[in-house]
């Protein structure tokens, strides 16, 4: 027995990747209009190394660190710090409030499917981090000197790792989360955590070895080596790639696990 296709199922196959196309402006459209999105997302980490690098002894070389400056350290710290605040706190609130409101059901009866509405987003917060990220970069170099990447191929892939890695601890986090409320407030629980993960209150490379050892087997800390390594002209280790390969993974396994439409 031989099928067909309906021909309104014809008709929205393709319109879906028009469609979709539309949503991921009218995202970028809602994205744009929220100041306080713009500000934590893509300002705030270069304000942070801005007030870190105008602290004078963080201009002065320091043999406890190699020779160099705790502002070379930081810049790695305000990229994750970017990562951080699009994965975590901009991305689970939007994703919870649309599923609270319904919008992820009834997107289910049009030829956009829910899940375009997700896609959207990670491609969204995901290039805002990488904005940032640039700035954060480009105001290191011209303002405190800070030298680029001594290994641009493994920083640029250290940083697509860290970015996949943040965005899928943000799904994650929206997964288990019913409510908007409840996405801010599991995002502030893990948020802190990250933070320190990341070296924002203490670089990583200035831990204590043994909590070093530990923190660099978080998703963040392994970042943090990975991105320090490639700023200092080296490959990053492949166990710091290795670990936050594999918390991409899982962190993904458990969104796609426990996410629900509505």
Request: hydrophobic share 55%; aromatic share 8%; charged share 10%.
């Given at each position: 027995?031989?099928?067909?296709?309906?021909?309104?199922?014809?008709?929205?196959?393709?319109?879906?990747?028009?469609?979709?196309?539309?949503?991921?402006?009218?995202?970028?459209?809602?994205?744009?209009?929220?100041?306080?999105?713009?500000?934590?997302?893509?300002?705030?980490?270069?304000?942070l190394?801005a007030?870190?690098?105008?602290?004078?002894?963080?201009?002065?070389?320091?043999?406890?660190?190699?020779?160099?400056?705790?502002?070379?350290?930081y810049?790695?710290?305000?990229?994750?710090f970017?990562?951080?605040?699009?994965?975590?706190?901009?991305?689970?609130?939007?994703?919870?409030?649309?599923?609270?409101?319904?919008?992820?059901?009834?997107?289910?009866?049009?030829?956009?499917?829910?899940?375009?509405?997700?896609?959207?987003q990670?491609?969204?917060?995901?290039?805002?981090a990488?904005?940032?990220?640039?700035?954060?970069?480009?105001?290191?170099?011209?303002?405190?000197?800070?030298?680029?990447?001594?290994?641009?191929p493994?920083?640029?892939?250290?940083?697509?790792l860290?970015?996949?890695?943040?965005?899928?601890?943000?799904?994650?986090?929206?997964?288990?989360?019913?409510?908007?409320?409840?996405?801010?407030?599991?995002?502030?629980?893990?948020f802190?955590?990250?933070m320190?993960?990341?070296?924002?209150?203490?670089?990583?490379?200035?831990?204590?070895?043994?909590?070093?050892?530990?923190?660099?087997?978080?998703?963040?800390?392994?970042?943090?080596?990975?991105?320090?390594?490639?700023?200092?002209?080296?490959?990053?280790a492949?166990?710091?790639?290795?670990?936050?390969?594999l918390?991409?993974?899982?962190?993904?396994?458990?969104?796609v696990?426990?996410?629900?439409?509505?």
């Amino acid at each position: 027995m031989t099928t067909t296709a309906t021909p309104a199922a014809t008709a929205s196959a393709p319109a879906r990747p028009r469609a979709s196309v539309a949503l991921l402006r009218t995202e970028i459209r809602l994205f744009l209009r929220e100041p306080a999105a713009l500000f934590w997302v893509i300002i705030s980490p270069t304000v942070l190394l801005a007030i870190l690098g105008s602290i004078p002894s963080f201009r002065e070389a320091s043999p406890d660190i190699g020779g160099r400056r705790v502002v070379d350290l930081y810049v790695p710290v305000a990229v994750l710090f970017a990562l951080i605040m699009s994965g975590l706190q901009a991305m689970p609130p939007v994703l919870s409030g649309y599923r609270e409101r319904g919008i992820l059901r009834r997107l289910s009866t049009t030829p956009v499917r829910p899940g375009a509405l997700l896609g959207a987003q990670l491609v969204l917060h995901g290039a805002a981090a990488l904005v940032s990220a640039l700035l954060v970069l480009g105001v290191g170099r011209i303002a405190f000197g800070v030298e680029l990447a001594g290994d641009l191929p493994g920083y640029v892939l250290a940083l697509l790792l860290a970015v996949a890695g943040s965005l899928a601890l943000g799904a994650a986090v929206c997964a288990v989360s019913r409510t908007q409320k409840m996405a801010q407030a599991v995002g502030s629980a893990v948020f802190f955590p990250s933070m320190f993960t990341a070296g924002v209150w203490l670089p990583v490379q200035q831990m204590p070895d043994t909590l070093r050892g530990i923190v660099e087997f978080t998703p963040l800390g392994a970042a943090s080596q990975a991105l320090d390594a490639a700023m200092g002209g080296h490959w990053p280790a492949w166990s710091a790639l290795g670990i936050l390969t594999l918390w991409t993974v899982l962190l993904t396994g458990a969104a796609v696990r426990w996410f629900r439409w509505e």
